[in-house]
């Protein structure tokens, strides 16, 4: 064989191996494109970005002081985490009088793995003086809003735990004035079914 049939030769055995791969590797794409899926439900997510989002039932316990020692009684809350980020919380705290607090909303990230970032706010409607036990003691609040900023850790895919840091601002502060009352709080959430 001479040279010029060999390398035509080599040259064939090259554009067919070139075609073989690109068709293996077409089929393969094509496969995985009609391949049937097992759909998830929105209460079984894995833990990863959207492993938040839906309804869940807390149990909340503030502390006074931010001292552990300090706790308040507990209450609970529903927060409800969408899909774009957007949160919506209420809450039966005892500390509020009926009618006093208004829904929060707000927003959530995630943070890292099965690690989420919620901050929410909610409009004080009106002041109050400070409460002696019982009910659960609490100060006096101004008329202005609340601001809930939480870090959630997923324990499950069902449950979480969270720590909180809470704000009171008045009605003439705003996001660059100190709040006049802070404090903490620590939850915990299971998912609603």
């Not at 390398?7 to 690109?22: D, E, H, P, Q």
């Not at 391949?35 to 209460?43: L, R, S």
């Not at 009910?135 to 735990?161: C, H, K, N, V, W």
Request: proline share 6%; aromatic share 8%.
């Amino acid at each position: 064989m001479n040279n010029t049939t060999m390398n035509s030769t080599m040259s064939g055995r090259r554009s067919f191996l070139r075609a073989g791969t690109l068709a293996a590797a077409l089929a393969l794409f094509v496969a995985a494109a009609v391949t049937p899926t097992t759909a998830v439900a929105k209460g079984n997510v894995g833990l990863g970005a959207k492993a938040l989002i839906g309804t869940w039932r807390v149990t909340v316990t503030t502390y006074r002081n931010c001292d552990p020692l300090q706790p308040n009684p507990t209450f609970d809350s529903l927060l409800t985490f969408g899909e774009d980020g957007s949160l919506i919380e209420t809450t039966s705290s005892a500390q509020f009088q009926v009618g006093q607090r208004s829904i929060g909303h707000g927003r959530w990230e995630r943070t890292g793995p099965a690690a989420f970032r919620a901050v929410g706010e909610a409009y004080i409607m009106f002041a109050t003086t400070a409460s002696l036990p019982p009910p659960p003691p609490g100060p006096a609040l101004q008329r202005g809003r609340q601001r809930i900023d939480q870090g959630i850790q997923m324990t499950s895919r069902d449950t979480f735990e969270s720590d909180a840091s809470v704000y009171f601002f008045n009605s003439t502060s705003d996001n660059g004035v100190a709040p006049y009352i802070s404090g903490c709080a620590k939850a915990s959430g299971v998912r609603f079914d």
